[in-house]
């Protein structure tokens, strides 16, 4: 069975960094996508980033603008951590820590979401 534990999150001043962490246990092969995708109130959800870790390539989305940073972490297998500086009010949001055998962009790399936690960034 896959399970998804999250962990991170919290409340920032604007300019402030957090970290997310997300471990992904269950899956049997090494080709296994990790990301996040985030709700805002009274918004969509919307991807925000997807590391593939059969290839180590990561995805970020237009809003990032080179403030996020995802890695695999070295010492637990199917664990990402998401690395977010210079955090603006925007990035106020429900962080959703989904999975699934990857690529990234494949049919199958959401399949397993798990549950959300709160970025709160105050201006």
């Known amino acids: 069975e896959v399970q998804l534990q999250a962990s991170g999150g919290g409340l920032v001043q604007a300019g402030g960094s957090l970290r997310l962490s997300c471990a992904a246990s269950g899956f049997t092969v090494d080709d296994v996508a990790i990301g996040w995708f985030r709700e805002a109130p009274g918004k969509q959800r919307e991807g925000v980033v997807c590391?593939?870790?059969?290839?180590?390539?990561?995805?970020y989305a237009d809003f990032v603008e080179g403030r996020f940073t995802i890695s695999a972490d070295g010492n637990a297998k199917n664990t990402v951590v998401l690395e977010m500086n210079n955090l603006r009010p925007e990035d106020t949001a429900l962080y959703y820590c989904t999975a699934g055998l990857g690529p990234c962009g494949s049919t199958t790399y959401t399949d397993y979401w798990g549950r959300g936690t709160l970025v709160t960034v105050s201006s």
């Open positions: 590391l593939s870790l059969g290839d180590g390539k990561a995805y």
